[in-house]
């Protein structure tokens, strides 16, 4: 049985936003810093295991444009592809609250001066998140749509650990309930599934603490190899193999399973965007394959969001209304 969230076996994203803005929305990735505090070294810290020079940039070249140009560009890239009409500026590379509050403002006014322009989202890190920087959240959220994709990646300190994450499962914790307390942001988070020492109960209690949290989103990533970064060493070195599709797909499987219907799903898989710097997986590569391959694997075991969820475990009055009504309640934090 499907829920219906556009056909899919999970709430999407698109589900997500339609509800919001009452449109389509795309996101334009842009990049306006190069640094973070594991690059920086501070305390001691190192680069992400999975992180390469480009910081997940989704174009490398923007690094070296005015965001301006940034903004134009891809909005006029993704407009010729999909007719679309309505976006939003995704600061994505890097951690984008490790630089001055006044620069954080001044691209936000860059971003909010396009007519076509709904709001924006940027990625950052638990340990990256002044007063300041919540308040500036909260004053543009008051005009405008604000998102907030935080990398949590693992709750468990073991994984984040290998990952060389440099914050614990315990700061995700108190920076995700420190933004929900100080802002209305809609608010989302990064896991990263495939680390060593990963199991399917590590998966169930992962999707049960979500089921806990004031957050809207989840999006998900495997664990993959690319050139230049500390896991293609310990790759060659014959210290991490890669998760494998099916169990990828199984693990998925069981998140939704036990994830609450109230949250949407950005994606599902990790994809290269720069097929010339994966290592490994090589069904990494394959974008739509991947994609496909994990809703086949949904449907063909009649698998869906919230399935093994019951009235006994429900820990929040939202699902609780759902789990009665049978149908998608709204966010916490609608913008
Ligand atoms: S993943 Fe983020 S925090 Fe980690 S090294 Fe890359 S940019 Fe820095």
Request: charged share 25%.
């Amino acid at each position: 049985m499907e829920k219906g969230w556009l056909g899919l076996p999970y709430h999407t994203i698109s589900d997500h936003y339609n509800k919001l803005f009452g449109e389509k929305v795309y996101k334009i990735p842009v990049s306006v810093v190069d640094d973070c505090p594991n690059r920086r070294g501070l305390k001691g810290m190192q680069t992400c295991v999975f992180c390469d020079v480009w910081g997940s940039a989704a174009n490398k070249d923007s690094l070296t444009m005015e965001l301006r140009t940034q903004i134009e560009t891809y909005k006029e890239k993704i407009s010729k592809r999909y007719s679309s009409k309505a976006f939003l500026v995704y600061f994505q590379a890097y951690t984008n609250t490790f630089t001055k509050v006044s620069a954080l403002r001044h691209n936000f006014d860059i971003a909010l001066s396009y007519p076509w322009v709904k709001g924006f989202t940027l990625g950052t890190r638990p340990d990256c998140l002044s007063k300041s920087v919540l308040d500036l959240w909260q004053e543009y959220h008051e005009r405008s749509f604000v998102a907030v994709e935080l990398g949590v990646q693992s709750f468990f300190n073991d994984q984040l650990e290998f990952m060389r994450r440099g914050h614990s499962a315990e700061a995700s914790l108190e920076a995700i309930h420190k933004i929900a307390s100080s802002t209305k942001v809609d608010l989302g988070i990064h896991l990263i599934f495939g680390n060593p020492g990963e199991t399917d109960e590590t998966i169930v209690k992962t999707a049960e603490i979500v089921n806990t949290l004031p957050i809207t989103n989840v999006k998900l990533h495997n664990l993959h190899v690319l050139k230049q970064t500390p896991l293609e060493e310990m790759y060659h070195r014959g210290e991490f193999t890669p998760i494998d599709r099916e169990t990828y797909a199984h693990r998925v499987e069981l998140f939704l399973q036990h994830l609450s219907p109230r949250f949407a799903l950005h994606r599902l898989a990790a994809y290269s965007s720069r097929w010339d710097e994966l290592i490994a997986p090589e069904w990494t590569k394959d974008k739509m394959g991947t994609h496909q391959y994990i809703i086949d694997y949904l449907r063909a075991r009649k698998s869906y969001q919230s399935q093994l969820l019951s009235l006994d475990c429900a820990s929040d009055r939202l699902l609780q209304e759902f789990l009665q009504k049978k149908s998608v309640p709204t966010p916490l934090h609608p913008a």
